[in-house]
């Protein structure tokens, strides 16, 4: 034996290691249970065209919010949440977990703690499917359950709260905008029944076209009374009683003409032209002012459903699984790849030496 060692001390290093990771494999590795679980994220989808319950009950799915929900549950943040909820450094720290397994310090740095979570904790992202697989491993069934449980709740409620601090901002600020559009009606409407009060008038508009329409009808009157005095003065003189009577009418239908005219042009404040000028500018205002605000309005209720539709719902395909017995270590699998790697290792070193030995000979 001690002729072997000290002629292949490779050889003995070799089955040292293998001798090691035999006991090891086999008496001491502490059994680890897994516990594990299948989700994706949904959100309802929601439209102003078809706002129904179905709509709402329906949702869509990104890998972009998945790949973010990873990231999240494997970071710091996430770790420090389940330590204080289920104290894993101490789970993790436990006398009967052989040294090898065990976290080496209970209050071994957030640094060292971290990566050792993530040596016991796997996330991956199935692109084909848009699913997220997620596997812990703990040292007794119960903790292995409630540390996925627990990624799985801390995890919908970052989610909902990233996307809902967003949005509540942009619901806060067109709130605000509303409020302002909506005084600017109320002042443009009040603007506009103060004008119409204090001129007597509903619609200077329409007034204006009534007295279009009324001079109009007079100026065809005249016209059909001049051209009657034309015909008669043909035949009859100016003195005539019947030519007499038909210049009356026509010099009261000018000064009726005239007056009418007189109120849409006059120089005093209360021409109807000017009303009229003044009555549409504020009718615009109001318009638009109307206008901006149902803009508005509807800007708002769409951010409030954008609002709605930023909810994220973790929808779970497998359950965190209650673990029945201890899948790993995988004894047999670990040994297996330690006894293949030494004997790899040891059979390069020995043609090593094989080669050192002859070239020295």
């Known amino acids: 034996m001690k002729n072997f060692i000290k002629n292949q001390p490779h050889w003995a290093i070799a089955a040292a290691v293998i001798l090691i990771g035999?006991?090891?494999?086999?008496?001491?590795?502490?059994?680890?249970?897994?516990?594990?679980?299948?989700?994706?994220?949904?959100?309802p989808e929601v439209s102003m065209s078809s706002m129904n319950i179905s709509s709402l009950l329906s949702g869509t799915q990104g890998s972009g919010d998945l790949l973010l929900l990873r990231e999240h549950l494997m970071s710091v943040t996430m770790l420090k949440a389940l330590q204080q909820d289920l104290d894993l450094r101490t789970h993790y720290s436990q006398d009967f977990i052989d040294a090898w397994s065990a976290l080496e310090d209970k209050n071994a740095p957030i640094e060292v703690f971290h990566q050792y979570m993530l040596?016991?904790?796997?996330?991956?992202?199935?692109?084909?499917?848009?699913?997220?697989?997620?596997?812990?491993?703990?040292?007794?069934?119960q903790m292995a359950q409630a540390i996925v449980e627990t990624l799985l709740k801390e995890g919908e409620?970052?989610?909902?709260?990233?996307?809902?601090?967003?949005?509540?901002?942009?619901?806060?600020?067109?709130?605000?905008?509303?409020?302002?559009?909506?005084?600017?009606?109320?002042?443009?409407?009040?603007?506009?029944?103060?004008?119409?009060?204090?001129?007597?008038?509903?619609?200077?508009?329409?007034?204006?076209?009534a007295i279009f329409t009324t001079v109009s009808q007079l100026q065809a009157q005249?016209?059909?009374?001049?051209a009657r005095k034309t015909a008669l003065l043909d035949y009859q003189s100016r003195t005539s009683p019947q030519v007499m009577e038909i210049t009356r009418e026509i010099r009261s239908l000018d000064e009726q003409i005239n007056e009418e005219q007189a109120k849409l042009t006059r120089e005093s404040g209360d021409a109807l032209n000017k009303t009229s000028a003044e009555f549409q500018t504020l009718q615009l205002r109001a318009e638009f002012a109307l206008e901006l605000y149902s803009n508005a309005m509807v800007a708002l209720e769409s951010t409030r459903i954008e609002a709605a539709r930023k909810l994220?719902?973790?929808?779970?395909?497998?359950?965190?699984?209650?673990?029945?017995?201890?899948?790993?270590?995988?004894?047999?699998?670990?040994?297996?790849?330690l006894?293949?790697?030494?004997?790899?290792?040891?059979?390069?070193?020995?043609?090593?030496?094989?080669?050192?030995?002859?070239?020295?000979?």
């Open 222 to 226: 005249r016209a059909a009374l001049a």
């Open 119 to 141: 040596d016991h904790m796997s996330i991956e992202f199935d692109e084909y499917a848009a699913v997220l697989k997620i596997e812990v491993q703990a040292f007794d069934p």
């Open 22 to 43: 035999a006991i090891y494999w086999s008496l001491m590795a502490t059994d680890r249970y897994v516990s594990r679980a299948q989700i994706v994220l949904e959100s």
């Open 339 to 361: 006894l293949i790697f030494t004997l790899f290792i040891g059979a390069i070193v020995h043609l090593g030496r094989a080669i050192v030995r002859d070239h020295k000979h």
């Open 312 to 337: 994220k719902q973790v929808s779970i395909l497998e359950f965190p699984l209650f673990p029945e017995y201890s899948t790993k270590p995988d004894r047999l699998y670990n040994f297996v790849v």
């Open 157 to 209: 409620r970052h989610m909902n709260s990233m996307g809902q601090r967003l949005a509540e901002e942009q619901v806060k600020f067109i709130e605000k905008q509303v409020a302002t559009l909506e005084e600017r009606l109320f002042e443009a409407r009040d603007n506009l029944l103060t004008f119409q009060n204090e001129n007597g008038l509903v619609s200077p508009s329409q007034t204006v076209q």
